[in-house]
């Protein structure tokens, strides 16, 4: 599914729940460990170091 955001109209992700919450919803939605962080940037500004920690304990 297209996503199209306006830079300015991103939300930031720094809390660990709502990077969770973004990755589970995405992966209902059929999307593989690595479409994710391509997907999950073009709608949030996300804290990539939070978001590898999350991914790399998964």
């Not at 996503?3 to 991103?10: M, P």
């Not at 992700?13 to 709502?18: A, C, I, K, P, Q």
Request: net charge negative.
């Amino acid at each position: 599914m297209e996503r199209f955001v306006e830079d300015y109209q991103k939300r930031r992700l720094t809390e660990r729940v709502d990077i969770i919450t973004a990755i589970n919803i995405l992966r209902s939605q059929g999307y593989d460990l690595d479409e994710l962080i391509g997907e999950i940037t073009k709608v949030f500004y996300v804290d990539l170091d939070a978001y590898n920690e999350i991914v790399m304990a998964a």
